[in-house]
């Protein structure tokens, strides 16, 4: 079940489901912006699956806003995002990802899973380094 929010009786929970689409909902009504992306995969049955994948757009206050998520189970994928022409002074972001991929919230303990503030994006020059942690969906801030 991919509920959004749990209820019973007067108690109310959000769910993993809930917070994905909070972090990515920095990406309606704003502009897309293309990207490149390369990395490892995955083979299942005639599938072949990216273990990274990455969404960038733009606001109408000029924020650039930058999700990636990383299906491996085990390892941290390090992303590194070239923002040539793009200045930015400050990257913010916030992840959700958890010690196991079975984890979810319940009515007895509610905030099991729930967005953190992530600090492992590096800027250095025009080149953006994020270390993305294993099962794990991040969403990055850039702004002037």
């Known amino acids: 079940l991919q509920a959004m929010v749990l209820t019973k009786g007067k108690t109310m929970i959000l769910t993993p489901t809930y917070y994905v689409f909070k972090m990515y909902r920095v990406h309606q009504d704003a502009t897309f912006l293309p990207l490149d992306l390369t990395c490892d995969s995955i083979k299942a049955d005639n ?34 995002i070239n923002l040539s022409g793009i200045h930015t002074k400050r990257i913010s972001g916030e ?50």
């Open 47 to 80: 599938y072949t699956i990216p273990l990274v994948s990455a969404t960038a757009s733009k606001d109408s206050k000029g924020v650039i806003h930058i999700s990636l998520s990383n299906i491996d189970l085990k390892n941290t994928k390090e992303v590194i």
């Open 95 to 144: 992840i959700l990802t958890s010690k196991n991929i079975s984890d979810h919230n319940t009515f007895e303990n509610p905030n099991t899973l729930m967005p953190k503030i992530f600090n492992d994006a590096k800027l250095n020059k025009e080149v953006l380094t994020v270390k993305l942690p294993s099962k794990s969906i991040v969403t990055l801030t850039l702004q002037n």
